[in-house]
T-cell receptor, first 114, second 115 residues
Framework: AQSVTQPDIHITVSEGASLELRCNYSYGATPYLFWYVQSPGQGLQLLLKYFSGDTLVQGIKGFEAEFKRSQSSFNLRKPSVHWSDAAEYFCAVGTTGTASKLTFGTGTRLQVTL | KAGVTQTPRYLIKTRGQQVTLSCSPISGHRSVSWYQQTPGQGLQFLFEYFSETQRNKGNFPGRFSGRQFSNSRSEMNVSTLELGDSALYLC??????????????FGPGTRLTVL
């Protein structure tokens, strides 16, 4: 069965600093990978996704992520964080054949200091 | 195009009652999935419906059920509510075209509180 690990429960960065959120997955074949963001009291908003092809994917709000098969990782990055980026971030994996059953990591809460 | 809508947004019930939550997918989307989000267990997959048929099911007791209508709208039902059912219930829809996997788009959720 597939699984996702987000090792950082909580991260604090200063506004304008760079950000990297870690995500490791476990799945035998090539997975479908996603990053979602959730603001308090809200649903999940898709930031970006990887299905195949170029391993560096660009998303909304200036986020990008890199798929590294050798490390089973899909880390999320942003070069300069804004205070409005404070939220909870979830990495998710969907299995080959269907992406309608997502397995999520436990999430990383991002705090941004001014 | 309107996003995924869920009703009601907030719900308070007492133990032993049952509850029905509703989800309207994005127009043209044929797959609807449901997830439960709690502080302790995180986001967990409940089930997925496609063309009015349950196609995938998570590891939840039979008290949790769902259905999908011909217009792709979906409902989930929880019977004999327990305190532990208090959670944010999220619905997601995807196109599920024949070309393969598609992205799931989430609604705002229904916050269920069981007293």
């Amino acid at each position: 069965a597939q699984s996702v690990t987000q090792p950082d429960i909580h991260i604090t960065v200063s506004e304008g600093a760079s950000l990297e959120l870690r995500c490791n997955y476990s799945y035998g074949a090539t997975p479908y990978l996603f990053w979602y963001v959730q603001s308090p009291g809200q649903g999940l908003q898709l930031l970006l996704k990887y299905f195949s092809g170029d391993t560096l994917v660009q998303g909304i709000k200036g986020f990008e992520a890199e798929f590294k098969r050798s490390q089973s990782s899909f880390n999320l990055r942003k070069p300069s964080v804004h205070w409005s980026d404070a939220a909870e971030y979830f990495c998710a994996v969907g299995t080959t054949g269907t992406a309608s059953k997502l397995t999520f990591g436990t999430g990383t809460r991002l705090q941004v200091t001014l | 195009k309107a996003g995924v809508t869920q009703t009601p947004r907030y719900l308070i019930k007492t133990r032993g009652q049952q509850v029905t939550l509703s989800c309207s997918p994005i127009s043209g989307h044929r797959s609807v999935s449901w997830y439960q989000q709690t502080p302790g267990q995180g986001l967990q997959f409940l089930f997925e419906y496609f063309s009015e048929t349950q196609r995938n099911k998570g590891n939840f007791p039979g008290r949790f059920s769902g259905r999908q209508f011909s217009n792709s709208r979906s409902e989930m039902n929880v019977s004999t509510l327990e305190l532990g059912d208090s959670a944010l219930y999220l619905c997601a829809s995807s196109l599920e075209s024949m070309r393969g996997a598609d992205t799931q788009y989430f609604g705002p959720g229904t916050r269920l509180t069981v007293l």
